[in-house]
């Protein structure tokens, strides 16, 4: 009976009782206690881990090591009175307490917490003091985590405190500063930065500038005061040597608690880790993974982070990452990356960027998926080919665990008989437990900021119009930096008469309300342009809406509009960053114009107009801040950046440029960038204007005008029509509104436009029906008729009827 009851046991407490009795006796007190909690790490899927003990006067318990992720993110403190509180409780009753969410919201030091979702498990030591632990889930430990926690929780014995004086560990090689970030080393630690002790600073950051990149995370975790605890630490980083070649080198170091007149202070060793015998340990690099995991915001982040965890220390030769969706596994990373290396299904599954995989045709993976444990299987077991072809040496099979489901699969191989050990086991049941719970966060994460993109991208336009003589090409660059929305925006608008509105800009702040108001800034800029207004008058109009509006946020914008024909061009800024020209010749010109403020300050602002000249082939450019500035480039360091990526480029190829000149983009702000190459016409229209007066003979002046033109035009043909039509939209103008009437007619490869300008916004009306006793209403329909199309337009508070007639050129006298 006894061996059914052992048998019956989760096979995680027997590994996690085994493994605890298997520590050395041997080890240093304080190493074997930090021992004792990594086995926390590994069999109970903690997060963090950390024991309080009683201080002498008996007034408070302080924390006297932890391991796992920064306790900053948790919100745990370095000591806790006796007074109350569950540490306070559990070191008094000996009872442990398993809180929930619910329960820690209504814990009086709630407010030191962060937001979000995690449990606290508090477990009395056999001697004084308690051990606390943290999971991600909300649902807290399960029965087999609370009993690993309770195994670990007898194992811990009180370490013994260090003599009066000391604490400082034996041959330290440098002394930082918390406070202050000045660091004392000796010269053996230069040398293995590879810095000249007449070349240092005394400063952390110029140690830390040797790193390289991605260790960085772990590394800050132990230098930051805010992500240290208090107690002894230990990682492998590197660094980069002046060959190129990074070097391993091993940190040992202890956080000292400030003191009367003595600041936070963090001392320790570093050395080569070549000459230290074995590398990091297991529990090391799930330290390690857990900081890496703790700041990954993607899955993409997140697979990187676990197939650095896993793939050099196992050796293996395959590793996959997948998310569990339905019965598919979508599959987030693959290394090595290449379609080749893996099995055939994958290879016939792979519509994109990576295969999804059907869990369906796998069907001992399923199995494993489904009893949510790891599986290993060594070389020679008979598999389905789509997983022995993964690791024909032997296969691992993590499921990863997360809100007590499995979110998703991690398949390790190996190519060549791979003999799986106590400790490879154990790291990748640990790896499992903190990839699950980040990949939930991550796929979040992706979701949310795959829906701000969608609402970011609605916001602007689908597609640029196609430009007379013009190419414009637009790009749009949301921020990685959280789940921001931007509020930059642009924007194309084609005007009558052959012009063209370019128009940029950025509303304050990075959220829902900076989206809203900049779709609104965008659409009153194209209504008012679409009005017929002046640049100087559509950008004021528009100043004078966000004031009444009564937002709190302000809007920087520059608006250019281009006349086609006459290469000018008439800028006007509010508050935004000027144009850069890119003439043909390959010069750039960063140009200088006056701007008024930006829009919603002020609610009387002049925005002055200023003229720029474009030669064909020259390159207008229109970007917001976040392509020129950053916290490390300046303003104007940045236009002379983009200036010169302008010059180098090859203008012939727009799409191309703005590519080139996004590709070292700041994300952590959205970048808009804007571009337009101006052709000039191919042909020029011939245009004539004539003023209307209001006089009994004005429409016959106006009929007179318009045959002149056109003799001079050398067009004769279709001429009764185009009189017709003159005549009809002329008297409707003089008859139904007041003010001034003008009269355009505009000449473009046979196909003639009159167009009749008045001071009424009201557009005439097409009757459906007219009796024949009628007197009016008959002028529409007759244009109508006669033209190939007719419409109005919005004229500087008026408007203007246009119709268009297809000519046909004069015939030549006989003889010439």
Not at 130 to 157: H, I, K, M, P, Y
Not at 217 to 246: C, K, N, W, Y
Not at 465 to 471: I, K
Not at 741 to 746: A, F, H, K, P
Request: proline share 7%; aromatic share 4%.
């Amino acid at each position: 009976m006894g061996s059914e009851g052992a048998a019956g046991r989760r096979t995680r407490t027997l590994r996690a009782e085994l493994a605890l009795k298997a520590l050395s006796a041997d080890l240093e007190p304080r190493e074997r206690l930090r021992r004792v909690l990594e086995h926390a790490l590994i069999f109970a899927g903690a997060t963090l881990v950390a024991v309080y003990t009683p201080e002498e006067d008996g007034d408070q318990v302080r924390l006297t090591e932890s391991v796992g992720v920064p306790r900053a993110l948790y919100g745990l403190r370095d000591a806790y009175p006796l007074s109350g509180g569950p540490a306070a409780d559990v070191h008094r009753s000996r009872q442990p307490r398993w809180l929930t969410p619910e329960d820690l919201g209504l814990w009086a030091d709630a407010r030191r917490l962060p937001a979000g979702d995690f449990s606290l498990a508090v477990l009395p030591l056999r001697d004084e003091g308690c051990l606390a632990a943290v999971s991600d889930g909300a649902d807290g430990f399960d029965a087999d985590e609370r009993e690993c926690l309770q195994l670990v929780a007898e194992a811990v014995t009180r370490p013994v405190p260090p003599p009066p004086g000391s604490g400082e560990p034996s041959g330290s090689s440098f002394s930082l500063a918390m406070d202050s970030g000045r660091v004392e080393v000796d010269d053996e630690m230069l040398e293995l930065f590879g810095i000249e002790p007449d070349g240092f600073d005394g400063r952390v950051e110029t140690l830390l500038a040797r790193a390289v990149p991605e260790d960085l995370p772990s590394l800050m975790s132990v230098v930051e005061a805010d992500h240290m605890s208090i107690g002894d630490r230990e990682l492998e980083f590197r660094t980069l040597q002046r060959s190129g070649v990074p070097k391993w080198l091993r940190l040992r170091g202890r956080l000292l608690p400030a003191g009367e007149g003595r600041p936070a202070r963090l001392v320790g060793t570093v050395a080569d880790a070549a000459t230290l015998g074995p590398a990091v340990s297991d529990v090391t690099r799930i330290q390690r993974l857990a900081a890496a995991l703790a700041t990954a915001g993607t899955v993409r982040d997140v697979s990187k982070a676990v197939v650095a965890a896993l793939r050099k220390p196992l050796q293996a030769d395959r590793i996959a990452l997948a998310g569990l969706e339905s019965d598919r596994l979508v599959v987030t990373v693959l290394d090595p990356p290449e379609p080749e290396a893996w099995p055939e299904l994958w290879r016939t599954e792979w519509r994109s960027e990576w295969p999804d995989a059907p869990v369906r045709a796998m069907p001992t993976l399923a199995a494993a998926l489904r009893e949510g444990r790891a599986a290993i299987w060594p070389a020679g077991t008979d598999l389905e080919p789509a997983l022995a072809e993964v690791g024909p040496g032997g296969l691992a099979v993590l499921p990863l665990p997360a809100d007590g489901r499995v979110a998703g699969a991690c398949l390790v191989g190996w190519d060549s008989p791979h003999d799986f050990g106590t400790d490879e086991r154990a790291l990748l049941t640990a790896v499992a437990g903190l990839a699950g719970q980040a990949l939930v966060r991550a796929r979040a994460f992706d979701a949310e900021h795959e829906l701000i993109g969608m609402l970011q991208r609605a916001l602007l336009p689908r597609r640029l119009p196609r430009l007379p003589g013009a190419e414009a090409v637009a790009r749009y660059l949301p921020t990685t930096a959280g789940l921001e929305l931007g509020g930059d925006w642009y924007d194309v608008i084609p005007l009558p008469d052959n012009h063209v509105a370019l128009v940029i800009g950025d509303v304050q702040g990075h959220n829902a309300s900076a989206a809203a108001l900049m779709g609104q800034m965008r659409t009153a800029l194209r209504a008012y342009a679409a009005e017929g207004h002046p640049p100087d008058v559509v950008v004021s109009h528009a100043n004078r809406l966000l004031v009444e509006m009564e937002s709190d946020l302000f809007a920087t914008c520059c608006y250019v509009d281009v006349d086609m024909e006459e290469g000018i061009a008439w800028s006007v800024r509010a508050g935004h960053l000027p144009p850069v020209l890119r003439h043909p010749d390959g010069t750039t010109e960063i140009t200088d114009t006056d701007g008024g403020p930006p829009l919603g300050v002020m609610t009387q602002a002049e925005f002055p107009m200023s003229q720029l000249r474009l030669q064909p082939g020259t390159v207008v450019a229109l970007t917001t801040d976040g392509l020129v500035e950053s916290a490390d480039v300046d303003l104007e360091d940045g236009l002379a950046g983009l200036a010169e990526g302008l010059s180098a480029a090859d203008p012939r190829h727009l799409g191309l440029v703005a590519d080139a000149l996004l590709a070292e983009a700041n994300r952590s702000d959205d970048v808009a960038l804007l571009l337009m190459r101006y052709d000039g016409l191919e042909m020029r229209p011939q245009r004539e204007s004539w003023t209307v007066w209001r006089v009994p003979e004005a429409v016959r002046h106006a009929r007179r005008f318009t045959r002149r033109t056109l003799r001079a035009w050398g067009m004769t043909e279709g001429l009764d029509t185009v009189l017709l039509v003159v005549s009809e939209l002329v008297t409707n103008a003089l008859v139904h509104t007041g003010g001034q009437v003008r009269l355009d007619l505009t000449l473009l490869n046979h196909r003639l436009r009159v167009a009749v300008a008045d001071a009424s916004p009201r557009t005439p009306v097409q009757p459906t029906s007219i009796g024949w006793e009628a007197t009016g209403g008959r002028g529409i329909l007759l244009v109508e008729a006669m033209s190939t199309a007719w419409g109005t337009l919005p004229v500087s508070g008026g408007k203007q009827v246009w119709a268009d007639i297809v000519l046909e050129p004069s015939p030549c006298p006989e003889g010439t």
